[in-house]
């Protein structure tokens, strides 16, 4: 169970050790240990701390420490303190062996008695697996054999897993069963980065704590929801993994459909974890860079009201926002030439690159005529100061630590995102498209996406009448 600390105020975590399997891959060297750096600079790391990583190349302890130190002065997101840097340098171990071979475990719980002893971390272990999904359910499997996973003596074992989740709906439940076989749902972590950034935190305060916001976010108010992730990038690199995965996988059945879940999910009963996550569950290649879909929740508060979700490389802007549009006051009270300028009234979320929150109202230029113009209410986390020393794990990671759960994604909640985007992956494997809806470099994306939203008397939020893609066809 978490402890208990006062509304407001994070905690230091206590006592642990953390075991990076996949230690020389980019996740550890651009976020991990940057983001522990920044915990450290925050005070919210214990001095009774250990980072053990695992790859299969055999190298000393002293050598692993050097190359973590260069990663540091490299990838760090704020000046490196030395002497700061110097305290977890001294806590860095290395592990040498294959994840699937049974005798590398033996070896890693030899390794973590001997920290516990040195670092005094009390047993708590910490396992990060920043490897490839195909080695998830292997690695734990492997790590229960070898009671690496066994809580005992009031210390607890914990387990991180990067999306994907599996690629459907049947490769999710199994791997949610293989887990399951070896560890308590409550030990395992399903890390989503999109839920570190500040915006998406501040959502649920935004609704929850605002007695201006949550009276009106509903279907009687909310004409339509709009959630957008847009890459200037291409697959770059990354066409291997993405060949088998596309946009559907990689970006909207994870990131997106747990920002759907923060704008429609009911009020929790309290901000513990589970009450939380109870609340959410509620040019060859034919693998799409793009998509857009448009999808309903069907309880009472959204009955009706379209949310329209796209995302997509190689576009025309890079940003991720949320933007819910509400509806058109019932009365037009001004001359038919003002009546024409009302435009509806929005809220905008906005996530990367820039995080704040915006709110569009319309209000009457100074002057005898009544000509509206709009208005724009918002704010900027750079307000607040430097926002820039951070990865986006750093909340994620600090949580972990301390066993609060809420912004983690469950078994069921994976089980359930899956069974909504299953269907769709089942039909395009099914009846490809004769005339696949590709789109140019930099563009807003295909034909087909605006027609999507069109045909509902409805265009993208941040796209121009002008940018739409010539040619609207059905796809």
């Not at 994604?409 to 494997?429: F, K, Q």
């Amino acid at each position: 169970m978490p402890e208990a600390s006062a509304p407001g105020v994070l905690r230091p975590a206590g006592p642990c050790a953390i075991v990076i399997f996949g230690a020389a891959g980019d996740l550890t060297k651009r976020k991990l240990l940057p983001a522990l750096y920044n915990l450290k600079v925050n005070g919210l790391l214990p001095r009774e701390l250990a980072i053990v990583g695992v790859t299969r190349k055999e190298k000393s302890h002293e050598q692993f420490r050097a190359e973590q130190s260069q990663d540091m002065r490299d990838f760090a997101t704020q000046a490196v303190d030395e002497a700061l840097w110097g305290e977890l340098r001294r806590g860095l171990y290395y592990q040498a062996g294959e994840f699937t071979d049974p005798a590398t475990y033996p070896k890693l719980a030899a390794l973590l008695e001997e920290v516990a002893r040195t670092h005094r971390t009390g047993g708590n272990v910490l396992f990060y697996l920043a490897v490839p999904p195909s080695f998830f359910a292997e690695i734990a499997e492997r790590l229960g054999a070898a009671g690496l996973l066994r809580e005992a003596g009031g210390a607890w074992r914990r387990v991180i897993i990067e999306k994907p989740f599996g690629r459907d709906l049947e490769s999710a439940r199994e791997l949610n069963a293989r887990i399951g076989g070896v560890v308590k749902e409550s030990q395992v972590y399903r890390i989503d980065h999109y839920l570190g950034k500040e915006t998406v935190q501040n959502l649920m305060v935004f609704r929850f704590a605002n007695g201006l916001f949550e009276p009106i976010w509903n279907r009687r108010y909310v004409d339509h929801v709009q959630i957008k992730v847009a890459e200037t990038v291409g697959v770059e690199d990354r066409g291997n993994y993405y060949e088998t995965a596309g946009a559907l996988r990689d970006v909207i059945q994870t990131h997106m459909f747990q920002l759907l879940a923060l704008v429609a999910m009911e009020p929790p009963i309290s901000f513990e974890a589970d009450a939380v996550r109870d609340e959410k569950v509620s040019p060859t290649s034919a693998t799409e860079t793009y998509a857009a879909v448009k999808l309903f929740v069907e309880n009472w508060r959204w009955a009706g009201i379209p949310f329209y979700l796209r995302s997509g490389k190689r576009l025309a802007t890079r940003d991720t926002e949320i933007m819910i549009q509400f509806r058109q006051p019932p009365l037009m009270l001004f001359e038919e030439a003002a009546a024409r300028q009302i435009d509806p009234n929005r809220l905008v979320l906005h996530i990367q690159p820039d995080e704040g929150i915006e709110i569009q109202i319309k209000a009457k230029r100074p002057g005898p005529a009544v000509a509206l113009t709009t208005v724009k209410l918002d704010f900027s986390y750079k307000d607040f100061g430097d926002t820039g020393a951070a990865t986006g794990y750093e909340r994620l990671l600090h949580d972990i630590m301390v066993g609060d759960g809420t912004l983690f994604h469950r078994a069921d909640m994976v089980e359930a995102a899956w069974t909504v985007a299953t269907p769709i992956l089942d039909l395009w494997e099914s009846l490809p498209p004769r005339d696949f809806p590709n789109y140019p470099a930099g563009s807003w994306g295909p034909a087909a996406a605006d027609e999507l939203i069109q045909r509902d008397g409805r265009t993208w939020w941040g796209q121009s009448p002008s940018e739409a893609a010539p040619g609207l066809t059905r796809s």
